[in-house]
């Protein structure tokens, strides 16, 4: 199995949806159905602040990522974070999302991303391996922080 990225566009929005709904049940995020496609819908339709990536073929997507961009002073630049990834769970333990992990940062320095973050649950210790295993390290000095509106 493959872990392919294709740029999702608006002819995605179904498959990507459906992929992100699955995530959210599975991560316990509630969000209406309205809530998510308007999360989802301007990365399909190329806003400059982030971009959603179907995993795998995209006629029949296994898996999404959506990252996002901002700018960094201490990175030197353009940075990002991966928002969300999620391969289906028939598909897991195959090395598709470390493989995918390895792909996305090497596409994304072509267009001058500097760094690239991603969040992980503490007690997530097989997901924190994949992390660590792909080249991500914890950053012991710092800690995410978050305030919402």
Do not use: C
Not at 7 to 22: I, Y
Not at 49 to 72: D, E, K, M
């Amino acid at each position: 199995m493959s872990a392919s990225l294709t740029l999702a566009g608006p002819d995605h929005l179904e498959k990507l949806d459906a992929l992100v709904a699955a995530f959210h049940a599975e991560a316990n995020i509630t969000l209406s159905a309205e809530q998510r496609r308007a999360g989802i819908a301007p990365l399909l339709e190329g806003i400059p602040h982030g971009a959603a990536y179907l995993i795998g073929p995209a006629r029949a997507p296994i898996g999404y990522l959506v990252v996002t961009f901002g700018w960094s002073l201490e990175f030197g630049g353009l940075d990002g974070f991966i928002d969300e990834i999620y391969v289906r769970p028939g598909v897991r333990g195959r090395g598709i999302a470390s493989e995918t992990l390895q792909a996305l940062p090497r596409a994304l320095a072509g267009a001058g991303l500097k760094a690239l973050h991603l969040e992980v649950n503490r007690s997530a210790e097989e997901t924190q391996k994949l992390y660590l295993r792909a080249g991500f390290k914890a950053r012991s000095d710092y800690m995410l922080m978050t305030k919402t509106f």
